[in-house]
Each structure stands twice: as structure tokens, then as C-alpha cells.
């Protein structure tokens, strides 16, 4: 056993900090969105990480080393469960995109600590989204490293509360709408969904097929019902034509009686031949 090694593993590198989450419920809302959201969209994809709020190690050797972002995605490594993410055990690869949801407690990190450590890491891209609208105008701000430098992404305002930008590491949008958050897909125009909401909709879709079958079923039991009710009307018809017939009446005299037609009463004598 080498020196480095015993020194690792007398080394812990915990999973939590012993404290209890504190998150306010639109972060914890907003931050289960991006992740299961995210997750959902690379679930085909082996080599894709995605987590939240989990102790990123940076140094090994070193557990005052760690960073937890809100969201962050790795491309590259094994897309398996972990405790926390250790970078020397990921062959250096560190997050490439990482969303923070700023609060009152979290803005100065979010804005001043962490772009720092995340420019170390050279995390591509760095999206901090304020969902109370009071920390950030506006509200959802991008960076993306060039040169080892943070350089805005232009966003793309349409109000205060409402606009977009564009993720290049993901490929995706990331839209405030009347200050809610959503992940959209730009080749198909669709917003991401939670596994809760991709369920919501397949049930909705499994409903609107059931009542589309019950609707034309019921459609067709209205339409037997009625040609019933009309064979059972003709068969009378004919019936009472052929009483009448075999009492003496001729056609005339019959379709004068039933106030109906020569030619009705042709036709179902027709039919009754």
C-alpha cells in the first residue's frame, strides 16, 4: 500500500454535510424539474450524468475541496449512482453544465464563490435562474467559458420575466416563462417533462383514446338502434300492406290509406316478395 493511498483512505469524503436541507419549496420544485427533466431527456444515453445537489470533490486529498450544484450534467462518464461525484475517480472529467436556483441565502455564492471554482473546474457553461425575481435582472443569466474567461450568453428577452437562452453543452433552451423555468427541445419544439408530468401525459392520452372509443361506440349502438327501429318499422309496413293487398284493396287505394306513395308501397311489396 503506497503512502498516497492509506492517506485516501483515512480520508472520508461525506455524501451530506450532516445538515438539514433547507431549500424553500419553489428551489426544491424547480431543482427536482431540471433533474428529472434532464435525466429523462439523456436516458438513453450511457455516457450522460445528471444530478442535483450532490458534493462534487475536486482535490483529492482534500475534502474542504467540494462544491454542490443545484443541477449539473457530466457528459463522458458512466451514467450509474453515486454517493458524490469524485473527480479524480471520473479520469478528471468535471460537470459541463451547471444550473444553481438563487435565493436570498445562496445569491452571494451563486454570484461571487461559485463562478470561481466553476471557472477552475472549466465548467463550460453556468446558468444561475432566480425564481423570485428579486436577486437577478434578469432573471435567468448564462455564462460560458472562452478562454478560460466567463462571457455572457445572450439572452433572448421578450420581458422581465419571460426569455430564453440558448445551452450549447445541452442543446436545449432554457426558457422563463412568465417566470416559470422550462428545458425545451428546439428540433421538436417541445418542453421537457418530469417523469411525473411524461406519465400525466400518457394518461391523458390513454384517456382521450378510451373516450374517442366509447364515443364511437356509442355512435354505432345509436346507429343499429335506429336501423333496428327502421327495419322494425318497415317489416310492419309490409305486413299491413299484404293485409290490405289480400283484403281487395289495389295499390292506390292501399298508398291512399297508409298516406303514403305508389312507389313506397311498390317497394315494399318488392321486398316482401
Not at 428540433?187 to 364515443?215: D, P, W
Amino acid at each position: 500500500m503506497t503512502v498516497i493511498t492509506q492517506i485516501e483512505e483515512e480520508i472520508e469524503y461525506p455524501s451530506s454535510d450532516g445538515e438539514p436541507m433547507a431549500e424553500s419549496d419553489i428551489t426544491r420544485d424547480y431543482m427536482t424539474y431540471g433533474v428529472e427533466a434532464l435525466k429523462l431527456y439523456f436516458q438513453g444515453r450511457s455516457d450522460v450524468y445528471v444530478s442535483a445537489n450532490s458534493f462534487v470533490y475536486y482535490e483529492q486529498g482534500n475534502n474542504q475541496a467540494v462544491v454542490a450544484p443545484d443541477v449539473y450534467v457530466v457528459f463522458g462518464v458512466k451514467n450509474r449512482q453515486r454517493d458524490n461525484y469524485k473527480v479524480w475517480k471520473e479520469n478528471g472529467i468535471t460537470p459541463q453544465f451547471v444550473l444553481e436556483i438563487t435565493s436570498e441565502t445562496t445569491q452571494e455564492k451563486d454570484q461571487e464563490t461559485k463562478p470561481e471554482i466553476y471557472k477552475k473546474l472549466g465548467v463550460t457553461e453556468y446558468f444561475q435562474y432566480d425564481p423570485s425575481g428579486d436577486y437577478l435582472n434578469p432573471i435567468l443569466q448564462g455564462v460560458r467559458l472562452v478562454n478560460n474567461q466567463y462571457e455572457p450568453i445572450e439572452a433572448n428577452n421578450i420581458s422581465f420575466d419571460t426569455l430564453w437562452l440558448y445551452s450549447e453543452v445541452l442543446g436545449l433552451e432554457l426558457h422563463v416563462i412568465s417566470g416559470e423555468l422550462r428545458l425545451r427541445n428546439p428540433q421538436t419544439g417541445e418542453f421537457l417533462k418530469t417523469h411525473r408530468e411524461e406519465q400525466q401525459g400518457r394518461l391523458a392520452e390513454q384517456q382521450g383514446r378510451l373516450a374517442e372509443q366509447q364515443a364511437r361506440l356509442a355512435a354505432e349502438s345509436a346507429f343499429q338502434q335506429s336501423e333496428q327501429a327502421r327495419l322494425t318499422t318497415e317489416s310492419a309496413l309490409r305486413s299491413l300492406v299484404s293485409q290490405l293487398l289480400n283484403s281487395g284493396m289495389n295499390l292506390a287505394q292501399v298508398a291512399q290509406m297508409m298516406n303514403l306513395p305508389i312507389s313506397e308501397v311498390q317497394r315494399l311489396i318488392g321486398e316482401n316478395e
